[in-house]
């Protein structure tokens, strides 16, 4: 079975910028642009993970984990995906998912976020995510 590690990272250099005009308002037409205060520390973004396995047959099945954290500002958070941390930006954790090939064209899949949401605008003390999924996969 084949063992693969896997990395990502993403800086928003748009967030650097003071006298950006797209940071002038962040809360009418594009409120989802993260907080774009122009802090330099928050528009970084990175994930680390391992998968061991891959579905290609019946009866094969693979495992996966990551960790990523996502700073408010590192992307629009209309981009990222919608179930870490419900979506949007400004959180870190981990993401467990087991997959099984039940047939040619149909998989069965569990996987298991649990995550950690920073204080913001929604949230004042932050919060804890927990998401678990079920899924039918069928390929055509």
Do not use: H
């Not at 928050?42 to 099945?61: E, H, I, R, S, T």
């Amino acid at each position: 079975r084949p063992l693969a590690f896997f990395a990502d990272f993403a800086v928003n250099p748009v967030a650097r910028s003071r006298n950006n005009p797209l940071l002038a308002n962040t809360t009418g037409a594009f409120p989802n642009l993260g907080g774009m205060r122009g802090d330099v520390d928050n528009d970084f973004a990175w994930l680390v993970g391992v998968k061991y396995g891959k579905c290609k047959n019946p009866g094969d099945w693979e495992v996966a984990y990551n960790f990523r954290s996502v700073q408010p500002d590192a992307v629009i958070g209309d981009f990222t995906d919608s179930d870490f941390i419900g979506g949007g930006t400004d959180g870190w954790g981990s993401k467990i998912a087991v997959t099984y090939q039940v047939a040619r064209n149909f998989q069965a899949a569990c996987t298991y976020f649990n995550n950690e949401v920073q204080a913001n605008d929604y949230y004042r003390d932050g919060r804890d995510y927990q998401r678990l999924q079920l899924d039918l996969i069928f390929k055509f």
